[in-house]
């Protein structure tokens, strides 16, 4: 069963301080991988893709990693901001047509000043 | 429309009522996707269609839960005799099918479901 676990359920850190939140998945087989935040009372927006072939990808303060071979992801927030308070959402796609998009549960990130 | 739209945008209900969310996609869309996120908590999954059918109604609660979606477009999400539990923000998402493009979901702003 196509499975995408996220941790850790929540956090909070100082302004200015860095997190990496971490998504596990068990999709196969694999075809991409999307960080979605979610502000507070807003539908989540797409942050990154992430494809087999790609290991690192920025976006700005945010930078997304990929592990295929251990089916691990990570995001890294750089010198967090208040905005950055959200919930992160990681979603995976599978290759074969038909299959649906498996959703994490998410990560709630407080920053507090 | 230009992107997903969610009605109610909020919503108070007492309990032992039916309530009725709907959710109308992008045009084109294929794949639709229900979640819900109670107080505090994360995602949870409800429902999955492809066009008109569901292949994954895995998360759906209860059977007091019900959806369905009609012309491939809109979906409707049925909550009936509602309890407080239900209370939480509905969220409904719509791509394109996986395997022809569909890696990016859309999501609407949810529908504040109350019940009192």
């Known amino acids: 069963k196509n499975q995408v676990e996220q941790s850790p359920q929540s956090l909070i850190i100082l302004e200015g301080k860095n997190c990496t939140l971490q998504?596990?998945?068990?999709?196969?087989?694999?075809?991409?991988l999307r960080w979605y935040k979610q502000d507070t009372g807003r539908g989540p927006v797409s942050l990154t893709i992430?494809?087999?072939?790609?290991n690192t990808k920025s976006n700005g303060r945010y930078t997304a990693t990929l592990d295929a071979d251990t089916k691990q992801s990570s995001l890294h927030i750089t010198a967090s901001q208040l905005s950055d308070s959200a919930s992160y959402i990681c979603?995976?796609?599978?290759?074969?047509?038909?299959?649906?998009?498996?959703f994490g549960g998410g990560t709630r990130v407080l920053v507090k000043p | 429309g230009a992107g997903v739209s969610q009605s109610p945008s909020n919503k108070v209900t007492e309990k032992g009522k039916d309530v009725e969310l709907r959710c109308d996609p992008i045009?084109?869309?294929?794949?639709l996707y229900w979640y819900r996120q109670s107080l505090g908590q994360g995602l949870e999954f409800l429902i999955y269609?492809?066009?008109?059918?569901?292949?994954?109604k895995s998360g759906l609660p209860s059977d007091r839960f019900s959806a369905e979606r009609t012309g491939g477009s809109v979906s409707t999400l049925t909550i009936q005799r509602t309890q407080q539990e239900d209370s939480a923000v509905y969220l409904c998402?719509?791509?394109?099918?996986?395997?022809?493009?569909?890696?990016?979901?859309?999501f609407g702003q949810g529908t504040r479901l109350t019940v009192v």
């Open positions: 998402a719509s791509s394109l099918e996986v395997g022809r493009g569909g890696t990016e979901a859309f």
């Open positions: 998504c596990n998945y068990t999709v196969s087989p694999f075809s991409n």
């Open positions: 992430m494809t087999f072939s790609e």
């Open positions: 979603v995976v796609s599978a290759k074969a047509a038909g299959n649906k998009l498996t």
């Open positions: 045009s084109g869309h294929t794949a």
């Open positions: 269609f492809q066009g008109n059918s569901a292949p994954d």
